[in-house]
Every structure is written in C-alpha cells, then in structure tokens.
C-alpha cells in the first residue's frame, strides 16, 4: 500500500485502473507520443548513417550501392528489399542534404498528427510505392536511389491537410513548383516523385475523411487495399519483364 491524497491506494489497482483509462489519441487516430520528432529523428539518422557507410565502400557502384538501389532487373530477379533499400541510399552530399532537410521540415507534423506507428507505416508505404511507379515506368537498365519519392509523398500529405483546415497552401504550391521543374531533369527520378505525391495524397484523403468514429476501420482497409495493389502491381510487372526479357 501507499499513502494517496485521501487514505491509501493498492499500487497494483492503480496499474490496473491506468490501463483500463482511454488514451489519448492524435487528430487521426495515433496514440500521442511526448517527442512527435522522434521517429522522423530515427529515420534521418538512419539515412545518414547508410550514406557515410555507402561512401566508405565505394558510392552508388561499391556494395552497398549495387546491392540496394531500385533495379528493375534485379526486382524481377527476386530481390524485392531494392524497392524500400532504395529510399534510404543517396548518390551525394546535396542529394541527401536536401531530402534529409525536407524530412526534417515535413516530417514532424505529419508525425505528430498520425503518431508514431501510423506515421512510420506510411513512410514505408511512400517509399515502395514510389518504387513500383520506378518499376513500370523508368528504363529498365537503370537504377534509382534517394528518398525523394517518399518526400514527395509527405508534400501530397501536408497540402491534403492543409487544404482541409482551410489554410493558405500557395507557398506551398510554389515549392511544388519547383520541385516539378528539377523533377524534369535529366538525372532526376519524376517516376518515384510523381509516385510518392499520388500515394500521399490517397493516404493524406484517407485521413482526412474518414469519419472519426471509424478512423482504424477505414485506415487498416486502406492501407491494406494499398499493399494489396502494390504487390500486384510489381508482380505483374515482374510477368512482363519475364515475358519480355526471359
């Protein structure tokens, strides 16, 4: 036992009383976590980390490198880890610089407002939907690296949201703009960004409207149709390159 304000509690009962408590839970259905930066902290230290060990063993063409980028062959060869490996691989130091400070612009808000889990399954989700976009779309003998799909998917997310709250949104257009532009570069992968932004933005509707008192329901069948469309979808494109390339 132990004092309490007004005689004495079990210690046991009030374990078991904090339990049966309802949670706290975000704007869509998240359980609030005390550090909303903590998993997109966790996610930019991670690509950091990969980077510094990518560079260290030869870049894009050392191990690493080879063994991670999103390759349309080596997909249809069974090496499917390319499709979310891929995100998390940068070919320099101004590729990375700029997803990493987009992250770190973006991801805390949608972190905050999904809570941790969702916000790291929808991360995940950006990443290898972009990737099977990559898939069909981009030249079979090429290889892709960065997480500016996912990036792009997060900019789809916060315009959804903040057109739903009725906020000014056309500083935004304008970034949107011009991450258009540089997405029409030569070198630059538009298939994982246009990817990513029409996966967020399905997500970020998702959210948004679901009515509040079936928020788990309608995301669980969401995210679930999801992946269910992202594995056909590279399975049949695996069917053609097999059909096609033997």
């Known amino acids: 036992m132990r004092?309490?304000?007004v005689g004495f509690q079990c210690p046991s009962c009030v374990t078991t009383g904090a339990k049966t408590q309802r949670q706290p839970k975000t704007v869509f259905g998240g359980r609030i976590s005390a550090n909303p930066?903590?998993?997109t902290s966790i996610l930019i230290a991670i690509n950091v980390i990969v980077?510094?060990?990518m560079m260290a063993t030869g870049g894009t063409r050392?191990?690493?490198g080879q063994d991670g980028a999103m390759w349309a062959f080596g997909v249809a060869n069974g090496e499917y880890w390319r499709m979310l490996t891929s995100a998390f691989l940068h070919s320099g130091l101004m590729h990375i610089a700029f997803n990493m400070f987009a992250l770190y612009l973006f991801g805390p808000a949608i972190e905050e407002a999904l809570g941790r889990a969702k916000y790291l399954l929808t991360y995940?989700?950006?990443?290898?939907a972009a990737s099977v976009w990559v898939y069909w779309l981009s030249p079979v003998n090429s290889s892709t690296v960065g997480a500016s799909g996912v990036v792009f998917g997060l900019l789809g997310?916060?315009?959804?949201?903040?057109v739903r709250s009725k906020q000014d949104v056309s500083g935004l257009l304008v970034l949107?703009?011009?991450?258009?532009?540089?997405?029409?570069?030569g070198n630059v992968s538009w298939q994982a960004h246009l990817g990513g932004f029409m996966t967020g933005l399905v997500l970020a509707a998702v959210f948004v409207y679901a009515p509040r008192n079936r928020q788990q329901l309608i995301h669980t069948l969401a995210f679930?149709?999801?992946?269910?469309?992202?594995?056909?979808?590279?399975?049949l494109r695996t069917t053609q390159l097999w059909s096609i390339y033997g």
Do not use: K
């Open 3 to 5: 004092e309490a304000s």
């Open 37 to 39: 930066r903590s998993v």
């Open 51 to 53: 980077f510094v060990a």
């Open 62 to 64: 050392g191990p690493i």
């Open 124 to 128: 995940i989700t950006l990443a290898v």
């Open 157 to 162: 997310m916060v315009l959804v949201f903040m």
């Open 176 to 185: 949107l703009a011009l991450n258009v532009v540089i997405s029409l570069q």
């Open 224 to 235: 679930s149709g999801l992946w269910l469309v992202i594995i056909a979808a590279t399975m």
